[in-house]
C-alpha cells in the first residue's frame, strides 16, 4: 500500500488542525493506520493508531484528549484532527500501514507516507 499524507501547516497555539492520509495501491481496510511524528533531533513516535474497521483505537498520553483518529475505508482514507494545539506538537507528521490489528509502535509498521510538517507558534 502507498499513502500519502497532506494537511500539515502552521497554526497558532491553541488552534485546530486535521491531517489526512490517503492509501492506494491495495486494500485499505487490510491494514491499521498509525500516524506518528518526529521533531529536530527525536525520534519518531507513535501519536495514534486505529484498526482496520476503526472499531478500536490508541494514542499517546500526549494526545489523549486533544486528538482524534479515524477513517474512512470508503475513501482509503484516514484522517488526525488535532485541537488545542501546542508548541511541543510541532514537527514532521507520517501516516503509517501496518498488518498488525492495532499497531502501536514504530516496529509493527512496515508500509510508510511522507511527512507534512505542523509548526505552531506560540
Known amino acids: 500500500v502507498q499513502l500519502q499524507a497532506s494537511g500539515g501547516g502552521t497554526v497558532e497555539a491553541g488552534g485546530s488542525l486535521r491531517l489526512d492520509c490517503v492509501g492506494s495501491?491495495?486494500?485499505?481496510?487490510?491494514?491499521?493506520i498509525g500516524w506518528f511524528r518526529q521533531a529536530p533531533g527525536k525520534e519518531r513516535s507513535v501519536v495514534a493508531a486505529i484498526s482496520r474497521s476503526g472499531g478500536r483505537t490508541y494514542y499517546a498520553d500526549s494526545a489523549k484528549g486533544r486528538f482524534t483518529i479515524s477513517r474512512e475505508n470508503a475513501k482509503n482514507t484516514a484522517y488526525l484532527q488535532m485541537n488545542n494545539l501546542k508548541f511541543e506538537d510541532t514537527a514532521v507528521y507520517y501516516c503509517?500501514?501496518?498488518?498488525?490489528?492495532?499497531?502501536?509502535?514504530?516496529?509493527?509498521?512496515?508500509?510508510w507516507g511522507q511527512g507534512t510538517q505542523l509548526t505552531v507558534s506560540s
Open positions: 495501491g491495495d486494500i485499505f481496510s487490510n491494514y491499521s
Open positions: 503509517a500501514a501496518s498488518n498488525y490489528p492495532l499497531g502501536r509502535n514504530f516496529a509493527h509498521y512496515d508500509y
